[in-house]
């Protein structure tokens, strides 16, 4: 069993950055892709950006792309997500979640951050 933790979000102003670390337990943490998926207000889910297990691929969202980075650490079993040039539409809890490849049904989730970017 993979327990995840969320950290750093907060509120930002437009044009800000923000960088949002997912801690998570035990040490099967490599055997599992990993993603950040979000939830803004009266919206759905949105998948946001997917990571392999080893690193060596990622995936992301149309309206993140070249504005956030997906990045993890097996050594410390930490995944990250860099989100550069935010913006408003970018509101929402953020949740990473474990699967089996990138973008698949998830088989963990954390608790998410609220990441809030103002005009």
């Known amino acids: 069993q993979v327990q995840l933790v969320e950290s750093g979000g907060g509120l930002v102003q437009a044009g800000g950055s923000l960088r949002l670390s997912c801690a998570a337990s035990?040490?099967?943490?490599?055997?599992?892709?990993m993603n950040w998926f979000r939830q803004g207000p009266g919206k759905e889910r949105e998948f946001v950006a997917g990571i392999s297990r080893s690193g060596g691929d990622t995936a992301y969202g149309d309206s993140v792309k070249g504005r956030f980075t997906i990045t993890r650490d097996n050594r410390k079993n930490t995944l990250y997500l860099q989100m550069n040039s935010l913006k408003p539409e970018d509101t929402a809890v953020y949740y990473c979640?474990?699967?089996?490849?990138?973008?698949?049904?998830?088989?963990?989730w954390g608790q998410g951050t609220q990441v809030t970017v103002s005009s």
């Open positions: 979640a474990a699967s089996l490849q990138i973008g698949m049904p998830a088989n963990y």
């Open positions: 035990g040490r099967t943490f490599s055997m599992y892709a």
